[in-house]
């Protein structure tokens, strides 16, 4: 555990940024609350680690169970045409994924996501609330 990073501490930063939908294999499941792409979520890892290989190889599959199990989920929730991850990490040391769902014709359709578009959406408390329940309905 770091101090520093707020996927070990759990403190208000990552409060600001996302909502815990449930906890998973090895990982936590977000909410992310830019709305943006409507079912983007964060499946971060339980242990402070920054990159895949540091796993071991157990780990990297739970891990990536862990992954494939949200994306299954947004898209039977949301059902976008693609779905998207992101692993960066540059300026957060904590092993990450960013699950984008993109839909045909929307933001950024046929490029790359952005992690912090111009016009941000935010939603209500209820709202949020119903996404968080259709994804937990949804997880295999």
């Given at each position: 555990m770091s101090s520093d990073c707020f996927y070990c501490t759990k403190d208000q930063r990552l409060k600001d940024l996302m909502i815990e939908i449930?906890?998973?294999?090895?990982?936590?499941?977000?909410?992310f609350k830019e709305q943006t792409y409507r079912g983007r979520c964060i499946v971060a890892y339980k242990g402070h680690i920054n990159e895949l290989y540091e796993l071991e190889d157990k780990e990297?599959?739970?891990?990536?169970?862990?992954?494939?199990?949200?994306?299954?989920?947004?898209?039977?929730?949301?059902?976008p045409e693609k779905i998207n991850y992101g692993a960066y990490s540059d300026k957060l040391p904590h092993l990450h994924f960013h699950v984008v769902p993109k839909y045909k014709d929307g933001y950024t359709w046929g490029g790359t996501f952005e992690m912090s578009p111009a016009n941000k959406q935010?939603?209500?408390?209820?709202?949020?609330?119903?996404?968080?329940?259709?994804?937990?309905?949804?997880?295999?």
């Open positions: 449930c906890q998973l294999g090895v990982s936590t499941l977000y909410l990297l599959a739970l891990f990536m169970q862990d992954v494939s199990r949200a994306a299954s989920a947004i898209k039977k929730a949301f059902s935010h939603l209500s408390d209820a709202e949020y609330q119903e996404m968080i329940e259709l994804i937990k309905k949804n997880l295999q």
